[in-house]
């Protein structure tokens, strides 16, 4: 299971950067994991638009779905081009009508899933955990059999993360504030709360993504390592976990 980081700016991409996006990929299947502003352009470093094999999306705020209007056209062209009539899923939840409505187009299909129950979707098995956050917004738990990701999405603290993450063999957080400060309002963590999150889960490796605009992000994770003693990243275009 390989996971690389497309996007991971918060409410906006920064110059060259996206918001929100990852692909996630496992034998030869290829599962991208939100699609935020500017993560078309920066996927096609990796993939293809063709080679896509399904898309999941955690809500229906813009910096996690900006670019779904784009993909679509992006694959009615490639369609075009090549003569095929291959249609792209597109898994959302059903909460916001609208939204999972804009999932659907000429050659992609919005299917809902139950975050009650778990999804098979290529090689991974996927459990879902509703946030805190202004709009609906699940937290996915991603197995291929072998190792566990665990990507919060967005989300303020919340203790039912610990055990949703427990043993995972890599965690994404939302860390849009530093320490001190309060994101609980926004629907956001702090470091110092991603990284309470790391340790009592137990898991083995943090990522910090939904990163600031403001301040030197490296702080974040200077400020994680006072609380999880375990590998910390920070996230970055490009960014490769195995």
């Given at each position: 299971?390989?996971?690389?980081?497309?996007?991971y700016?918060?409410?906006?991409?920064?110059a060259?950067g996206a918001?929100?996006?990852?692909l996630?990929?496992?034998?030869?299947?290829?599962?991208?994991?939100?699609?935020?502003?500017?993560?078309?352009?920066?996927?096609?470093?990796h993939?293809t638009?063709?080679?896509?094999?399904a898309?999941?999306?955690?809500?229906?705020?813009?910096?996690h779905?900006?670019?779904?209007?784009?993909?679509?056209?992006?694959?009615?062209?490639?369609?075009?081009?090549?003569?095929?009539?291959?249609?792209?899923?597109?898994?959302?939840?059903?909460?916001?009508?609208?939204?999972?409505?804009?999932?659907?187009?000429?050659?992609?299909?919005?299917?809902?899933?139950?975050?009650?129950?778990?999804l098979?979707?290529?090689?991974f098995t996927?459990?879902?955990?509703?946030?805190?956050h202004?709009?609906?917004?699940?937290?996915?738990?991603?197995?291929?059999?072998e190792?566990?990701?665990?990507?919060?999405?967005?989300?303020?603290?919340?203790?039912?993360?610990i055990?949703?993450a427990?043993?995972?063999d890599?965690?994404?957080?939302?860390?849009?504030?530093?320490?001190?400060?309060?994101?609980?309002?926004?629907?956001?963590?702090?470091?110092?709360?991603?990284?309470?999150i790391?340790?009592?889960?137990?898991?083995?490796s943090?990522?910090l993504?939904?990163?600031?605009?403001?301040?030197?992000?490296?702080?974040?994770?200077?400020?994680?390592?006072?609380?999880?003693?375990?590998?910390?990243?920070?996230?970055?275009?490009?960014?490769t976990?195995?």
């Open positions: 299971m390989k996971l690389t980081v497309i996007g700016w918060g409410g906006y991409p920064a060259d918001t929100s996006s990852y996630l990929e496992k034998d030869n299947f290829s599962l991208l994991i939100d699609v935020g502003s500017g993560a078309l352009s920066a996927l096609q470093r993939k638009v063709s080679e896509l094999d898309v999941i999306v955690s809500h229906y705020h813009h910096d779905i900006a670019d779904v209007g784009v993909l679509q056209y992006a694959r009615l062209v490639q369609n075009n081009v090549t003569g095929r009539e291959k249609v792209l899923p597109i898994y959302g939840h059903i909460e916001d009508q609208h939204g999972f409505a804009s999932l659907t187009h000429d050659y992609t299909k919005g299917i809902a899933y139950d975050p009650k129950q778990s098979e979707v290529g090689p996927i459990t879902f955990l509703k946030t805190k202004p709009v609906p917004c699940y937290a996915m738990r991603i197995t291929d059999g190792n566990v990701l665990v990507y919060t999405a967005d989300s303020s603290y919340m203790p039912e993360l055990s949703f427990k043993d995972a890599l965690l994404v957080t939302d860390c849009n504030y530093y320490a001190g400060l309060d994101g609980s309002k926004a629907g956001h963590m702090t470091s110092e709360e991603a990284a309470g790391a340790s009592d889960a137990n898991v083995k943090l990522l993504s939904h990163l600031p605009q403001f301040g030197d992000t490296n702080q974040l994770v200077e400020e994680a390592r006072g609380i999880f003693k375990g590998e910390i990243n920070l996230a970055a275009k490009g960014f976990w195995n």
